[in-house]
């Protein structure tokens, strides 16, 4: 089976894609194009499905840069191939021929560009990360490193939609503490409980920071078993484990 590979049109000529799980050579949970280095899955089929990866985006298998994730706001400015341990979770870079790749399974994966400074980067933003600033930061990042705010755009790929993402009155409690207004990313559910809308949540950080574009492309890992990997999905049906999608972006 071949690769599937996702574009959006917001991007325009920069090569970018996220990748779904077809094409991949590993079997069982992880069956498909399983990335994820973190997981149980056999070393050597992780191997060569980024090895696939890094084909489809016409780079080394070296220049395929991805780090160790730990849902923080850290973002690394990357200027050559890094080694995989290093930990946050964004990266930017001016430098052609590198691509960067993240890691998601509901987590939203956002790749920004912009064009004109010839400035990309890549973000992993679950709750925990856009809420701490990653997405912000990996502007900042990029702004230092020669890209204007007003020319980035940003686009939000395969992530846990509203409907599949039920969430307890604490974690409610907690966002509107924070700020009331957080309430328009809440719809509510039984038992105390309701659905958290990580995408469009994940958009209002983006335009509130002054970005020229964003978007989110509209598919749901969750509900969509067949194309994605999904954490929450094994989790519900008392999985093992689970496989990890790659996104990716280069110049």
């Known amino acids: 089976m071949t690769l599937e590979i996702l574009t959006s ?20 949970v992880f069956t498909g194009l399983n990335c994820g280095l973190a997981s149980s899955d056999q070393d050597q089929m992780v191997q060569i499905n980024r090895t696939r990866v890094a084909e489809a985006m016409d780079v ?38 590198l691509a960067l790749g993240i890691l ?32 912000e930061n990996t502007l900042d990042a990029m702004v230092a490193l020669g890209a204007a705010r007003e020319n980035i755009v940003a686009v939000i790929g395969p992530t846990i939609s509203q409907p599949n993402y039920e969430v307890g009155p604490e974690f409610l409690e907690d966002f509107l503490s924070e700020d009331w207004s957080n309430n328009r990313f809440f719809a509510s559910s039984d038992n105390d409980h309701a659905h958290f809308d990580l995408p469009s949540y994940g958009l209002h950080r983006l ?24 954490y929450r999905r094994a989790t ?10 790659i996104s990716s972006i280069r110049l």
């Open 60 to 97: 080394p298998m070296a220049s395929l840069v991805t780090i160790r994730q730990t849902h923080s706001p850290d973002v690394i400015t990357v200027t050559e191939p890094i080694e995989t341990d290093i930990e946050g979770d964004a990266l930017v870079t001016r430098e052609k021929g």
């Open 207 to 230: 335009r509130k920071s002054g970005i020229g574009q964003a978007e989110w492309t509209h598919h749901c890992t969750y509900a969509d078993p067949e194309r994605f990997f999904s």
């Open 104 to 135: 998601t399974a509901d987590c939203q994966p956002v790749l920004f560009s912009d064009a004109q400074a010839g400035v990309i980067g890549a973000a992993h933003a679950g709750w925990k990360g856009a809420r701490a600033g990653v997405l």
């Open 236 to 245: 519900h049906n008392k999985e093992a484990d689970y496989g990890r999608l």
């Open 9 to 28: 049109e917001l991007l325009g000529d920069v090569r970018h894609g996220f990748f779904t799980r077809r094409g991949g050579a590993s079997s069982g």
